[in-house]
Nanobody, 124 residues
Framework: VQLQASGGGLVQAGGSLRLSCAAS????????MGWFRQAPGKEREFVAA????????YYANSVKGRFTISRDNAKNTVYLQMNSLKPEDTAVYYC??????????????????WGQGTQVTVSS
């Protein structure tokens, strides 16, 4: 599966952005999807993901209550709605997909397919 992330940009603190990740290739509905981010000088970290069963979601504590992950299988797209953005949310955001579901959904190693990343910059 190929992933194309978009929707990043520059926003003031308190603002909102919606990221999109369009998938192409094998049936999208078979894949678990997640979002991760990497700030300058830091390791890539988990942001949000669907459970492998697809029935629920996980969020990093730092974004819980502010970010929402959703997906539209008909459009082969997963979204990350980001509200009440903070300067510490500044990072490159990556979407990821996997269909083998071997590891926990919040684990970077669980995903074999990654998008190219989209930059989110939050100014104070």
């Amino acid at each position: 599966v190929q992933l194309q992330a978009s929707g990043g940009g520059l926003v003031q603190a308190g603002g909102s952005l919606r990221l999109s990740c369009a998938a192409s290739g094998p049936p999208f509905s078979n894949y678990g999807m997640g979002w991760f981010r990497q700030a300058p000088g830091k390791e890539r970290e988990f942001v949000a993901a669907f459970t492998w069963s697809g029935g629920s979601t996980y969020y990093a504590n730092s974004v819980k209550g502010r970010f929402t992950i959703s997906r539209d299988n008909a459009k082969n797209t997963v979204y990350l709605q980001m509200n009440s953005l903070k300067p510490e949310d500044t990072a490159v955001y990556y979407c990821a997909a996997d269909n083998r579901k071997r590891y926990p959904e919040w684990s970077i190693g669980a995903y074999d397919y990654w998008g190219q990343g989209t930059q989110v910059t939050v100014s104070s």
